[in-house]
């Protein structure tokens, strides 16, 4: 009997090393399996960004990009106009908020700078009551008043500022404020 169980103990010792042996195996072979799928994932990631910047050009150092358009919150403060020529200077103009999602995107990044009074390139300086963007004269189809505005206090309220809840407010045109100049970036 003694033999016997000798057999059946080394047969099962066998088995098990050899079992665990094909485990270890397989689990280094699906390893290796999804390291190759990795770098070849990694390969097509970094020849997509290489044809990416290729194809769109980057911000200036301190602008921010955004869908096609490159955004600089400036602090220094300055009268509208001022800020105006200042964006132009930077081959800009004040931020043209084309849509909600334009604006949230500005109103996420105003909460990281804890400040929400800056210029935006509206005014109805022409006429009064109808808001145009300075860069292209386009009437605003997209607007974020506050409750109550455009209000035109004093009747000296020709343009607009993102102000509380980040929301937009007609202000004095004088008035000297942080401005957001946009510029769009253009394909090579």
């Keep these: 009997m003694t033999g016997y169980l000798r057999v059946v103990f080394t047969l099962y010792l066998v088995c098990c090393v050899a079992t665990q042996e094909c485990s270890k195996y397989h689990y280094e072979e699906q390893i290796l399996s999804k390291v190759v799928r990795l770098e070849h994932r990694l390969e097509m990631l970094e020849e997509k960004t290489n044809n990416e910047e290729k194809d769109c050009p980057n911000c200036p150092d301190g602008w921010i990009k955004n869908k096609g358009s490159c955004y600089l919150f400036v602090e220094n403060k300055l009268s509208f106009h001022a800020a105006q020529a200042k964006c132009r200077i930077l081959h800009g103009h004040l931020v043209h908020i084309e849509n909600e999602t334009e604006n949230d995107f500005l109103k996420n990044h105003l909460r990281t700078l804890k400040d929400s009074r800056f210029w935006i390139g509206l005014t109805d300086s022409e006429t009064e009551g109808v808001f145009k963007w300075i860069d292209d004269s386009s009437t605003a189809s997209f607007t974020n ?44």
Excluded: M, Q
């Design 145 to 188: 008043w506050i409750p109550g505005h455009p209000d035109n206090i004093g009747k000296g309220e020709d343009c607009v500022e993102i102000y509380i809840s980040f929301k937009w407010n007609d202000r004095d045109c004088r008035a000297t404020l942080k401005y957001i100049c946009e510029k769009k970036l253009k394909l090579t």
